[in-house]
């Protein structure tokens, strides 16, 4: 089945810093989504990136697929980005059956 | 986000009681989903719906039961509640086309007492 490992589990920073969370993914997983869920709970999607290198404002994300990772980039980091980051994978472009990493909990210092 | 709601936001039942948790969509999105949260589990998928009337097993489906008879709605069914289903429920829906990912519910958080 489909399997989603993510790196680290808790990350602290202090405001101002850059990090990288990384997802790997098993050889079933076409595509991949980021998301951030804040800490009231919202589950916000960050980027669809089956492959390739996506960017908005201070994130970016990058899959390489062929060898079934991701990152996720966060730079100059606030303390609106703590919350938990997840990846999730599917077989098909459809998303059925997506299924979630463990998340990485991010805890921005002021 | 607008185009999704859940309903209720909070609900405490007993055990053994029948339980229904109401998605609805604007976005006349043809994939829909219910996962639920728990600690130290992540996310995980419980039923999923591609279209009218089609549904099919997720991850963790025991116990639950789901119907779609309009597009704008799925609805997840305890049909006897045990505590172990204490959890936050989330719904979700993406079109299933490339480069376009879900959008989540607000999330519904239930206590089975």
């Known amino acids: 089945g489909i399997q989603v490992e993510q790196s680290p589990p808790d990350l602290i920073l202090q405001e101002g810093a850059n990090s990288t969370l990384r997802c790997n993914f098993s050889d079933s997983v076409n595509n991949l989504q980021w998301f951030h869920q804040n800490p009231w709970g919202q589950l916000i999607n960050l980027f669809y990136i089956p492959s390739g290198t996506k960017q908005n404002g201070r994130l970016s994300a990058t899959t390489v697929a062929t060898e079934r990772y991701s990152l996720l980039y966060i730079s100059s980091s606030q303390t609106t980005d703590s919350g938990v980051y997840f990846c999730?994978?599917?077989?098909?472009?459809?998303?059925?059956?997506?299924?979630f990493g463990a998340g990485t909990r991010l805890f921005v210092k002021a | 986000d607008a185009g999704i709601t859940q309903s209720p936001r909070h609900k405490v039942t007993e055990t053994g009681t029948p339980v229904t948790l109401r998605c609805h969509q604007t976005e006349n999105h043809r994939y829909m989903y219910w996962y639920r949260q728990d600690p130290g589990h992540g996310l995980r998928l419980i039923h999923y719906?591609?279209?009218?009337?089609?549904?099919d097993k997720g991850e963790v489906s025991d116990g639950y039961s789901v119907s779609r008879s309009k597009t704008e709605d799925f609805l997840l069914t305890l049909e006897s509640a045990t505590s172990s289903q204490t959890s936050v429920y989330f719904c979700a829906i993406s079109t299933g086309q490339a480069n376009y990912g879900y959008t989540f519910g607000s999330g519904t958080r239930l206590t089975v007492v």
């Open positions: 999730a994978g599917s077989r098909t472009t459809g998303g059925f059956k997506t299924i």
């Open positions: 719906s591609y279209g009218v009337k089609d549904t």
